[in-house]
C-alpha cells in the first residue's frame, strides 16, 4: 500500500499539469503534513537519482553518498524505480501514431499495389459452363452421405 502512495504521489507532483496538481486521494489531508511515522526523520525532496549527475558519489551505481539520508519512497526515486521519460506524453503519442500509421500505410500499399496477376486465365466453357452436356444443374448436385455410404 505504501508503494502505491508513493507512486500515485509522484505522478501528481512531476508529471501533472498545474491544473490536476491541486486534486488528492480522499485519505489525505488538504494542507501537506508531515507524515507522524517518520518521527524526526528528515522531510526530503522529491528527486529522482536519475536525475542527478553520474559522477562524484561514493556509490555511483545507485548516486549517494555514505551516510545520505534515503528518501521515504526509495523504490520510487532510486537508480532502479521507473523511468524518467525525456519525451513528453504528447509527442511521444505523436510519434507513435507517425509510426503505426506508416506501418498500416504499407501495408496497405503492399496489398493493393504488390498483388501479384493470376498466372492463367479462368476456363469458360460454351452453353452456360457446359450445364446441358453434364446433364442439367440438379444431376451436378453433390449426393447426400449417408450411413450406408461410409461402409
Given at each position: ?142 449426393r447426400e452421405e449417408t450411413e450406408d455410404d461410409e461402409e
Open positions: 500500500m505504501r508503494l502505491t502512495k508513493c507512486a500515485l504521489s509522484a505522478a501528481v507532483r512531476q508529471r501533472a499539469p498545474k491544473s490536476l496538481r491541486w486534486c488528492r486521494a480522499a485519505s489525505t489531508s488538504a494542507t501537506q503534513e508531515k507524515d507522524p511515522q517518520l518521527g524526526d526523520y528528515p522531510d526530503l525532496p522529491w528527486q529522482s537519482s536519475q536525475t542527478l549527475p553520474p559522477r562524484g558519489w561514493w556509490d555511483q551505481q545507485m548516486r549517494r553518498n555514505f551516510g545520505d539520508p534515503v528518501p521515504e519512497c526509495e523504490e520510487v526515486l532510486s537508480m532502479w524505480g521507473p523511468d524518467i521519460s525525456v519525451v513528453p506524453p504528447r509527442t511521444a503519442l505523436f510519434q507513435f501514431t507517425l509510426a503505426a500509421s506508416a506501418f498500416v500505410g504499407f501495408a496497405f500499399l503492399c496489398n493493393s499495389v504488390l498483388v501479384p496477376e493470376r498466372p492463367t486465365v479462368p476456363r469458360e466453357y460454351p452453353f452456360s459452363g457446359l450445364v446441358k452436356e453434364l446433364g442439367g444443374l440438379e444431376e451436378n448436385k453433390a
